[in-house]
């Protein structure tokens, strides 16, 4: 049982490219979420998923892209990187929306240049 | 707006030493409060959770409390050991919208052999 997965650990963009953050978890967990961590912001909620197939925007989507085509998989896409997006991302998940703990991923520490 | 503040932002104490740290949140309408420790450069591990009809919950030599009614949680822990340094986050899981974790700056916690 890993837990939640993350990959890559660290990842360095110019600015304009595009790239995907991958995460997986393998509890069966419904819950997935993806939020960022900032100096002097704490952590902010990106976009989260409550099952396959379903979506949502969190507090700060906008530039992220995401997807839920399988329980385990819960993608993050940057479309078009910015400096702004310099930031450590970490994904997260919980058996269901609100009652459970939630569960993190070691992060990925991503540079925009 | 749900707003989560901790303090001290810093603590530094010696080994053996029992401590309290602070939990204050703005919007009492929450389903559950989660402490967590982060190390440097790693995730965030969860260490308690207290929904919102509960008044504490307690895992080896911590103890968490939760005052909805005050918006305040306070988590203690008893004979502080080094390895307990790291920063302690509190988040709230908000009961409208998205249901997710509000997170507050957190505590940098060093523990001084």
């Known amino acids: 049982n890993a837990g939640v997965t993350q990959t890559p650990k660290f990842q360095v963009l110019k600015t304009g490219q595009s790239m995907t953050l991958q995460c997986a978890q393998d509890?069966?967990?419904?819950?997935m979420s993806w939020y960022r961590q900032d100096p002097g912001m704490g952590l902010r909620l990106i976009h989260y998923s409550v099952g396959a197939g379903i979506t949502d925007q969190g507090e700060v989507p906008n530039g992220y892209n995401v997807s839920r085509s399988t329980t385990e998989d819960f993608p993050l896409r940057l479309l078009s990187a910015a400096p702004s997006q310099t930031s450590v991302y970490f994904c997260?998940?919980?058996?269901?929306?609100?009652?459970?703990?939630?569960?993190f991923g070691p992060g990925t520490r991503l540079l925009v240049l | 707006k749900q707003e989560v503040t901790q303090i001290p932002a810093a603590l530094s104490v010696p080994e053996g030493e029992n401590l309290v740290l602070n939990c204050s949140f703005t919007d009492s309408a929450i389903y559950n409060l989660q402490w967590f420790r982060q190390d440097p450069g790693k995730g965030l591990t969860s260490l308690l959770l207290i929904q919102s009809s509960q008044r504490e919950q307690t895992s080896g030599r911590l103890n968490a409390s939760l005052d909805k009614s005050s918006g305040r949680s306070t988590l203690y822990i008893a004979a502080s050991q080094p390895g307990d340094s790291a920063t302690y986050l509190c988040a709230v899981r908000e009961f409208q919208g998205a249901q997710k974790l509000v997170f507050g700056q957190g505590t940098r916690l060093t523990i001084n052999p």
């Open positions: 509890m069966n967990h419904e819950y």
């Open positions: 997260a998940s919980s058996p269901r929306l609100a009652e459970e703990t939630q569960y």
